[in-house]
Every structure is written in C-alpha cells, then in structure tokens.
C-alpha cells in the first residue's frame, strides 16, 4: 500500500492545469480543421414504401469521396440513418444522427420528410443539404441552414410544360386531353397544386379532363387506372413514386389502356427497377425531371464510376442529386477550413461549383437557400436505356412518339 | 362514365375480397376456436407470399400450385406456435396473450426484413398481365383465379368443419370447452390443430394474394387490420361471416374509390365497420353473447 502523499496545491500548478485542460478542449477543433473528415449524416428511405428509391439514392453517396479524392476534395464520414419511408421517424434520426456528432445533414428524397428534418436543422443549428424534395414550403420558411440543390415543383413544372411543347412539336402532335394521375404525399400535393396555379400560364395543347389523387402506400391500382381509362383522355400525366408507377403499367396493359403518352413529372418511371421489372413493358413513358448534363466531365466520371461498382444500373437523378448534395458539402468543408455549423452555412452560402453534373449552369445558393438555375431533361425509357429526348442541344435520341401501344409490343 | 366501368371495378373489388375473406377466415377460426386474438395474423400471410416468392423465383413454381405446400408448412408453424408458446398463455389475461402476438408480430415482420431487405418483391407469371375480355367487360385473370383458388380453399375448409370426424371435435370445443374435456376429447391437440388450420389458411391466402399485389415486410400490419375489420364486420367467429366481410370491404373499396376518390377508399372500409360496430356490434352473422 502506498503511503498518503501531502500535496500543496500552487497558483502555478492550477495555471498550468488550466492550460493542459484548454489544450485538451481546443485540441479536437484543431485537429478537426486541419484534417479530419467531415461527419455527415445521410438520411434516406431506404425501408418502407419508397425504399428502392431511397437505396438507389445512397448509390450517389457510396460513389462519392473516391470522385472527390480526384476533384481535390476532402473526404467525408457518412453517417448513415434511415428514415423508413416515414415523416416522424425521419426527425427522430435527424436528432440523433446530431447527437451522435454529425456536422452536417444531407437528405432526404422526400419532401415530408425533408420538412421535417428541415426543422430540426434548424433548431439545432446543423447544415442541412437537401438532395431531392421539391415541395416549395421548405426553402420558403427563412431558414438559415437549410439549402436545396434541386429544383422546386413549380420550376419542374414550367421546364416539363416548356419541355412538353417542345417534344410534341418534334413528335408531330399533341395531346388534346390528360387524365392526371398523382401521389398524395406532400410532393404530389405539391406539384398537383402547382400545376394547377401555373398551367393556365402556359397556354398547353391540352385540358385535364379529370385528376385523380392515390394513397403513396396502395397497393393496387385497378380503380385509379379504370377511373382514368373511362375519362378517354388522350394522354396520362402523372406524378408518382416508384412501386405506384409499376403498378399503374401492369393495370394499363391489362386494362387494354395504351395512351398516347405517359408524361411523368417525378421519379418511377425512370428507375432502373421499373425497367428490370416490366421488361419491354417499360419502353415508352417520358419523364420530365431534373437530370444531368451528359457532356460535362464529372458527369463523366460518375457515369463511370457507377457503371464499374454497380454494372447494369443508368445513371439517374437519384444517384446524382445525392453525390452533389455531398459535393456541396465538401466543397463548403474545404472553403470554410472548419467544421464549425455556421462557418460551414456561410461557405454553402456562398458556394459556386461550375464543374458538377445536374443540368445548368452549376451549383449555387439564392438567400433563400435554393438553387435556383437548375434545368430539367426530358427522359425516355428506350429497350431498358434511357435517353434524353429533350431540351434542344441536350438531346441523344429522338422523341418515340406516340408510344406503342402495349398488345404491340413482343 | 360508361356503364361497363362500374361492372368492371365491382368484378374487381368482388375477387379482391374473396381474397381477402380467406385471410380473415384463418383469423375468425383461430379466435372462434382458441379464443387467442391473433395479432400477427398477417405478417404470417407476409411469410407465405415470400415463401411462395422464393419458390418461383428459385424453381418457377407458381403460387397457385404451391397453394397447398406452403398452406402446409405455415399449419406446422402455426400448430407448434400454438403447442409451446401460445399455450401456456390460454388462460392467461387477454392483454398478456394481446402483447405476446404483437411480439410474434413484431419478430416476423423484422426477420422479413433481414431476410429479404426492404424492397418490394413480385411474382410475374405468364398470366400477369393477361385478362380476359367479355363483351365490354374486361376481367383481371390474376384476379379471377385468384377468387376462384379462394373459394375452392374456403369450401374445403367449410366442408372439413362440417363433415370430419376433428372438424366437428374443434367446433365442440369452441361451443363448450368444459363439455369437450368431460367427454374426452384432446382439448390442447384440437386447439393446436385450429390454430394450425387458421395459419394453413392464411398461408393459402398469402399464395393467393402475392399474385396481386407485391410483399413487403412491413404489410403485415396493414393486413392484420384489414383482417381485423373484416371479421369484425362479418362477426367475430363466424366462418360465413368472414367471406362475407371480405366481399363487403372489397367491393366497398372498389366503388368507393370510383364514386368518391381513390385515396379515401379505405376510409369507407372503416366507415362500414363503424356502422356496423354501431348498429350490429356482433357483426353482420355474428352471434350475439347473452
């Protein structure tokens, strides 16, 4: 047993404790700044309804820092959370992705969902960068760590009607009438109540004859499809999510329903799951979404990338609104040379990425938060490609138009 | 609209809910029998569509005929479940019996999910996509066999209670317990062996309906309250009441989605149970309790 030592306890000795503990606080700022990853949160629907969407998603993300290396980036530490296709679990992880040290969010698909996580952001004062969510509310509430590099419903909206005229003028003609099938989540409210307020302003070839709003979780859509069968509209104009937009093919072909067109203003009808699983059936709906500049250099790369870790799978807004989500906060990482909340919101702020993916001029922020100089593509599934039908000079294919109908198809 | 709409879509929601009244009908003899709420009742249908998804992805089998193996294997669970884990709970309070189904519940619908991940998954026959047209109508063939597998299942299972030698013990046993035991019958064997048959039916029902709509883990929920509300509705016991609720909640679904709007279908369902809760609380052949 050792003995009782007898300490006296000096004004030089607490100076220097003082000191060692200020070092000890300080010293993971430090280091952190110098070099340590950037601890990103990434939140997705990866269970639940929209989960083949949500893991599509994280495919942006696994592709990531390799991309970065080559760009001159700092690599990030992803932090993964899943938000089970579901608002309230959604702001849960958000909490405790933070609690558990994220720096910064990124997410989520889904623009409840993103709402919510939105908030707690903001509360907590976290950066958030949205991927993919274009209900207009979120970057409308003056929030300051909050940021979105996607387009909202109604700059989808009037790029798909500008999108719209030009693939029925190469397509020799128009629509006369749309049955509008849409989701009633709060994207397809979103853009249901967008199209509603903006297409008188487009002076469009073509009137709703009626709209028919779903559940995004049902599971079978013969009535919704026989609703919009018995209105005899020339064209369906949908908004939908990914198992929705399967279903609603399998009720067309058996249905004996083969519209003119199907005009897709959101995600489902592109997805490679949707192809894989239709097969031939999936050939023909056009999609007007937010897609990528095929020509620019990164979009190069992460095609490649992609195709070598995932072979088989196209390259789609998914994968590419992800990786420029985490793009955004690299670069903001890099600028701000901390990982300080609010340095890092000031360097997204300010952030101006030329050499990106998505269509446009590149990526940076209004003061609202919003990128507001994206453009959207006009996409056509093609034997189980897809190609880029418009806008003009952005194009590989030409518009198949109308589309073939179903009982001709092998 | 043109008239044949309303035929078609009532044709529909009339298959869909013969569909759907077999999955309740394992619920309603499992309760009527064993006087066990089955809180996992549909995340047992859910084991059944991924067994019959497994066996047609790996050897092409199609559901319809792997109806009575995997009908099979879900009357061995359900009868093992009931002889080493519900047993012991018979006479225990109902909300122990309640929490020990919702875990069952919760254990299924999270080892799909490790098992078979989050997507959804389908089975695509020849007949997927096929119907048949009949005149201006034109019938769902996935539907259509898929109704006609249901009936054929539920008259078996009709025709066992009636006529064999166990079906007609089971049933003693659900009128008087006491009396089934003075007189010496196996009470524990037949209780094992209705639970059996009321998971046997659901598995018949989970290959039937993975023909119309794709499986996930976390449907099971969404189908133990659907089952809930149709026996409910039918009357709590009653095998012909089940079939019937089934019908009823299919076809109002349908036409409440063509009527109304298709987003509030299920609205209508629950509609239909509260009228029925409000003027015919033993449902609509149930028994009333003196």
Request: proline letters at 6%; glycine letters at 10%.
């Amino acid at each position: 047993m050792s003995e009782p030592r007898n300490v006296t306890l000096h004004r030089r000795h607490l100076l220097a404790g003082a000191a060692a503990l200020g070092a000890t606080v300080t010293a993971p700022a430090i280091v952190r700044a110098q070099g340590a990853a950037l601890k990103v949160g990434v939140l997705l629907p990866r269970s639940g309804a929209q989960a083949g969407i949500g893991q599509d998603c994280f495919r942006g993300v696994e592709l990531a820092n390799p991309i970065f290396k080559g760009l001159g980036l700092p690599e990030l530490q992803i932090m993964n959370a899943d938000t089970e296709t579901n608002v309230d679990v959604a702001r849960a992880r958000a909490e405790k992705l933070i609690a558990d040290g994220a720096q910064l969010l990124v997410g989520a698909f889904d623009s409840g969902q993103s709402s919510a996580i939105a908030q707690v952001a903001e509360q907590k004062g976290i950066p958030f960068v949205i991927n993919i969510a274009a209900a207009p509310p979120i970057t409308e509430q003056g929030y300051k760590f909050v940021f979105r590099n996607f387009p909202t419903a109604p700059m989808i909206l009037g790029d798909a009607f500008n999108n719209q005229k030009e693939v029925f003028e190469v397509g020799g003609s128009a629509p006369k009438t749309v049955v509008f099938l849409h989701v009633n989540d709060t994207f397809g409210m979103a853009m249901k109540n967008g199209l509603s307020a903006m297409m008188p302003k487009f002076n469009m070839p073509y009137e709703i004859k009626e709209t028919i709003s779903y559940d995004p979780t049902a599971r079978d859509l013969s009535v919704e499809v026989a609703k919009a069968k018995a209105t005899g509209a020339d064209a369906l104009l949908v908004v939908s999510r990914l198992n929705d937009a399967i279903l609603m093919t399998r009720e067309l072909v058996k249905q004996r329903w083969s519209p003119q067109a199907i005009l897709s203003m959101g995600p489902g009808w592109y997805e490679d799951q949707y192809l894989k699983t239709l097969g031939k059936l999936g050939d023909g709906p056009l999609s007007f979404v937010p897609w990528y500049d095929p020509n620019k250099k990164v979009s190069k790369q992460l095609e490649a990338a992609l195709g070598k870790k995932f072979p088989g799978i196209n390259m789609n807004t998914n994968h590419v609104y992800t990786f420029e989500a985490l793009m955004v906060a690299a670069d903001a990482y890099k600028r701000a040379k901390s990982a300080d909340p609010k340095a890092l919101a000031d360097a997204i702020r300010t952030t101006n990425i030329t050499d990106n993916v998505s269509t446009g001029p590149g990526i940076s922020f209004n003061a609202k938060g919003q990128n507001d100089k994206l453009k959207n593509s006009v996409i056509q599934n093609r034997g189980g490609k897809l190609v880029t039908v418009a806008p003009k000079g952005a194009t590989n294919a030409k518009v198949e138009w109308p589309m073939k109908p179903y009982d001709k198809r092998a | 609209m043109p008239a044949d709409i309303y035929f078609n879509v009532a044709i529909g929601g009339l298959l869909t809910g013969l569909v759907y009244g077999l999955m309740a009908l394992g619920l309603s003899v499992i309760f009527g029998v064993v006087r066990v709420v089955n809180f996992a009742h549909g995340e047992m249908m859910t084991i059944a569509m991924y067994l019959a998804v497994v066996l047609f992805a790996s050897f092409h089998l199609d559901p319809l005929l792997m109806l009575l193996p995997i009908a099979a294997v879900l009357f061995c669970a359900g009868y093992l479940l009931q002889m080493t884990l519900i047993n012991p709970f018979i006479s225990r309070p109902e909300h122990s019996q309640f929490m020990l189904m919702v875990a069952v519940a919760l254990i299924i619908v999270n080892c799909l999910l490790m098992i078979f991940g989050p997507d959804a998954q389908a089975v695509q026959t020849s007949y997927s996509f096929d119907s048949f047209a009949v005149g201006p109508l034109i019938i769902d063939a996935t539907k259509l066999y898929a109704g006609i597998a249901s009936i054929l299942v539920a008259a078996v299972l009709f025709a066992f209670f009636k006529f064999a030698p166990y079906g007609k013990a089971i049933r003693a046993c659900a009128d008087n317990y006491t009396g089934a035991l003075v007189v010496g019958l196996d009470v524990k064997h037949l209780y094992a062996l209705a639970f059996g048959l009321g998971t046997a039916c659901v598995g018949a029902a989970g290959a039937i309906i993975v023909l119309i709509v794709d499986v996930t883990p976390p449907l099971g929920p969404a189908y133990t309250l659907l089952a809930f509300v149709i026996v409910i509705t039918g009357g709590l016991g009653s095998m012909p009441g089940a079939l019937l609720g089934g019908v009823l909640i299919g076809l109002t679904e349908a036409m409440a989605g063509l009527f109304f709007t298709p987003s509030a279908k299920s609205m209508f369902a629950f509609g239909i149970l509260v009228l029925v809760l409000l003027f015919r609380p033993q449902g609509i052949m149930g028994r009333r309790l003196t």
